[in-house]
Structure formats: C-alpha cells, structure tokens
Nanobody, 124 residues
Framework: QVQLVEAGGGLVQPGGSLRLSCAAS????????MGWFRQAPGLEREFVGR????????SYTDSVKGRFTISKDNAKNTVYLQMNSLKPEDTAVYYC?????????????????WGQGTQVTVSS
C-alpha cells in the first residue's frame, strides 16, 4: 500500500504558475510509475501527464504540453507538477496516481493508488 497526499493548489490569475506536489508514504516511490489527472466540475477525470518509475520518460496531454512539467524525486518520495502559463480552462481538482510498474498508461483504470486531490482555480 502507498498513501498519496497532494498539496500546492490554490487560486491563481491567468498566466500565473503553481507547483503541485504529491508526497507518498508507506512505500518508496521508486517502485511506482506516476500519473497526474484532473477533473473539472461536471466533466470526467482526464489525463494530464505521466512519468516513469525512474523518471526518464514523461508524456503529457496536448493541452498542457509546453506549459506543465512533471518531475519525480525518489529521494524525497515526492512527485511534482509544475504548471506555468495557467489558463482558466486548467481549473480543476488535480489528482496524483500511482501504479507499481515501469511506466503506466493514460487511463484512470491504469492506476491503483490515488490521492485525495487538490483544487486549482485559475481566475482573475
């Protein structure tokens, strides 16, 4: 079992930045591939990006490419989502997820463990 706790959400103006963190406890994150997802009100949870177990492979959904960056610090047992040039359409609850594999997929069902989520609101 691994427990995931997201932090770093909040209210930010369009064009601003936030860095979300996902801290793990219970097991070392160096055995897990990680993903970030988000869910806006009334919409389904959508894939944002993923990172491989060793941090060498990263991919993103098209809408965040060039603006968001995922990184993984296995020594700190934490995964980060750096979000720059934020837009109102990025407003959502953001979740991190984990699967004990080398590189997980882009679907929610690909992941076994989830955090509770952190709210990101982009508004002027």
């Amino acid at each position: 079992q691994v427990q995931l706790v997201e932090a770093g959400g909040g209210l930010v103006q369009p064009g601003g930045s936030l860095r979300l963190s996902c801290a793990a406890s219970g097991r070392s994150l160096d055995t897990f591939a990680m993903g970030w997802f988000r869910q806006a009100p009334g919409l389904e949870r959508e894939f944002v990006g993923r990172i491989s177990r060793n941090g060498a492979y990263v991919s993103y959904t098209d809408s965040v490419k060039g603006r968001f960056t995922i990184s993984k610090d296995n020594a700190k047992n934490t995964v980060y989502l750096q979000m720059n040039s934020l837009k109102p359409e990025d407003t959502a609850v953001y979740y991190c997820a984990a699967k004990a594999t080398i590189y997980a997929g882009r679907l929610s069902n690909d992941y076994d463990y989830w955090g509770q989520g952190t709210q990101v609101t982009v508004s002027s």
